[in-house]
């Protein structure tokens, strides 16, 4: 059975891991397209894999992520 929790989790932290980005980073990022989040909100959202796709959203925009690819294995 699929951990989809974890599939998310892994999915965000790999497209940050892609671009060297840290989450001290990505508050920056997210806030210069209006989305105010501590850093240790998205530690905590990331590391329980709880997030709306709505946040994972944000996050592909700040950035600069056009594209996801999608491939899990159940």
Known sequence: ??????????????????????????????????????????ANKISRGKFSMAFFLQCMNAIGVTDVSVSVVS
């Open 1 to 42: 059975m699929t951990d989809w929790d974890t599939e998310a989790k892994l999915l965000l932290k790999a497209e940050l891991a892609r671009r060297g980005i840290s989450y001290k980073v990505l508050v920056s990022k997210l806030a210069a397209v209006g989305v105010t989040e501590t850093e240790g909100a998205i």
